[in-house]
């Protein structure tokens, strides 16, 4: 696909809930042998250390692929995302 001029340009303004990832541990398969998928799952530790680790699934992180110092986010109605931190600092301020 080819864009011959340049696209529209947005500003956001959502607020949104957010954890800078400090760590991620992957979670073992719990079937060895029997499947070969990349990702079971894992726990993300936030940098806040105000904050437990949490799990997300293997759907998360085969959709998302997050990275430690990147931004774990959950919008209104329960979507949960990742942001690259650079994106993620430039485009939210703390509230």
């Given at each position: 696909m080819t864009?011959?001029?340049?696209?529209?340009?947005?500003r956001c303004?959502?607020?949104?809930w957010a954890l800078k990832i400090?760590?991620?541990e992957h979670l073992p398969n719990p079937e060895p042998g029997r499947c070969a998928a990349a990702?079971?799952?894992a726990v993300l530790t936030p940098e806040d250390g105000r904050y437990a680790p949490f799990e997300?699934?293997?759907d998360y992180m085969m959709k998302h692929r997050p990275q430690a110092g990147g931004y774990y986010v959950l919008y209104q109605g329960g979507y949960q995302s990742y942001s690259p931190?650079?994106?993620?600092?430039?485009?939210y301020t703390p509230i």
């Open positions: 864009i011959n001029r340049e696209l529209p340009r947005y303004h959502k607020e949104v400090k760590s991620i990702s079971y799952g997300v699934s293997d931190a650079d994106a993620f600092e430039g485009g």
